[in-house]
């Protein structure tokens, strides 16, 4: 049976709060939440799904998002249509990332931010990733384009980073000979 997380809203201090590392292996409890979470990530990028059960679609979600300010983050990627990879991380770190930058040409979103943000969020194309899977095994990950950003959106919930915090004030968006559109 499908029950729908309480995503936290932006307004929450949970939000701004700089996310503790998680003891490992994890509990069962943490798995089960975590389950939930992919659960959760793709019912709402399944039309079908999404529409049965009022979901905002969302690639990722922070344990700070369910108000758990712990270093978890999950992400699901649809790497084909209908076909899923899911991102399990415990306290991650980017590694290394690349010099080049790109953006969401349409802006980013975020399921505790429920309006519309105006702006380019300029991100790493790639990063490696590193931290552990839910029973303690140290795990890395090449992340590009999408998924990449995907990494760093949820990483920077970990320490209570908005992705419009990122957003440049003075000049919110780029053009393409300025910093790659995706």
Do not use: W
């Amino acid at each position: 049976m499908f029950k729908k997380l309480d995503i936290l809203d932006e307004k929450d201090k949970h939000l701004r709060t700089k996310s503790v590392d998680s003891e490992l292996p994890l509990s069962k409890d943490e798995k089960k939440l975590i389950q939930r979470i992919i659960d959760h990530l793709t019912y709402s990028q399944i039309e079908e799904y999404e529409k049965k059960y009022d979901l905002r679609p969302g690639m990722g979600l922070a344990f700070p998002q369910i108000g758990i300010n712990k270093r978890i983050i999950v992400i699901v990627h649809e790497y084909d249509d209908g076909k899923f990879d899911n991102y399990v991380f415990v306290n991650p770190k980017i590694v290394s990332s690349s010099e080049e930058m790109i953006a969401v040409e349409a802006g980013e979103g975020c399921l505790s931010v429920n309006r519309e943000v105006e702006g380019h969020v300029p991100r790493h194309a790639r990063v490696t990733v590193e931290g552990y899977d839910e029973d303690g095994n140290k795990i890395r990950v090449r992340a590009r384009e999408d998924l990449s950003i995907a990494f760093q959106h949820e990483i920077d919930h970990l320490d209570g980073i908005l992705f419009y915090d990122r957003i440049n004030k003075n000049k919110p968006f780029y053009t393409e000979d300025e910093m790659r559109l995706i």
